[in-house]
């Protein structure tokens, strides 16, 4: 089924706000990256510290956790290595799926004696099948394996718990412990995100890509609806500029013009890709 026909069948009508933080996509996309890089470098602080084997990193060398809360001025900003590389467009789902948890808080009406455990219960009544509900079960499912860094680790410029006050009706920007919840919780699950991440990035490749990813999320029973979502919400790559020299051999009929096989990448591969995470949960 398609997202399109998803809204169709949606009985509840579900606040869409995709279109209205359009134009702070980048800035969101870059947000998400900074604050999921964050996460992913503490959890490896923590597996680093049970960690039996010769180190895999050097602090010298590769980027840290360390180096990253370090001050303006004592951060060293050049010739670090990173560790790993999360693909842009899994920063993309990531940021939709923010702008869709907003949504849905929007439907529902919250109290001043709410827990995460209500606000969980209450976005699921309120919204068919959920991302909320399935971003804050992560969290739950995942919180007591944190380690101590990644759980002292945290957004310090408040900048998410900013964009969800502003999410939300008017009424609740006054509540403090409300507003503390929801905000935990969204880095909670950025959080249960890095924690996983870095353990798939720890023993195995160095790269999450966007099919390992999703495959990540079906396996851990998000919908095919909600998957579908996500793929529309993934911008296509620009096409690669071709040099002045290749557009000229192109043109060129003293040149073959047989076309490359395209790169495909194996299927076995992805699915392997997939295995591994899950096999570290």
């Known amino acids: 089924m398609s997202y399109y026909d998803y809204k169709k069948l949606n009985s509840t009508p579900r606040v869409l706000i995709v279109d209205a933080m359009a134009d702070d996509s980048k800035t969101l996309e870059i947000k998400v990256k900074t604050l999921l890089d964050l996460f992913i470098y503490a959890a490896m602080d923590d597996i680093q510290a049970d960690w039996n084997g010769a180190p895999k990193f050097s602090d010298h060398v590769n980027q840290s956790y360390q180096n990253l809360i370090k001050s303006k001025e004592q951060k060293i900003t050049s010739g670090l290595i990173g560790r790993f590389t999360v693909q842009t467009e ?18 529902v009406h919250f109290t001043e004696h709410e827990t995460a455990v209500t606000i969980r219960e209450k976005v699921a009544d309120a919204n068919v099948e959920c991302f909320a509900d399935f971003m804050m079960g992560l969290h739950a499912d995942h919180k007591d394996q944190f380690g101590a860094v990644l759980k002292s680790a945290g957004d310090t410029t408040q900048w998410f718990r900013g964009k ?117 949960v």
């Open 90 to 107: 899994v920063h993309q789902q990531v940021a939709f799926l923010f702008t869709q948890l907003i949504a849905e808080l929007r439907n």
């Open 164 to 280: 969800i006050v502003g999410g939300l009706p008017s009424i609740y920007a006054t509540q403090q412990v409300l507003m503390a919840i929801l905000s935990a919780e969204f880095e909670g699950f950025l959080k249960a995100l890095g924690w996983l991440i870095a353990k798939f990035l720890w023993y195995n490749k160095q790269t999450v890509s966007k099919d390992v990813f999703m495959g990540w999320l079906a396996q851990q029973k998000m919908s095919q609806n909600f998957l579908d979502m996500l793929e529309l919400h993934v911008r296509a790559r620009p096409p690669k500029k071709v040099g002045v020299k290749k557009a000229a051999a192109a043109t060129d009929p003293a040149v073959e013009s047989a076309a490359p096989a395209p790169v495909v990448t194996p299927v076995a591969e992805v699915d392997a890709g997939i295995a591994d995470l899950l096999n570290l």
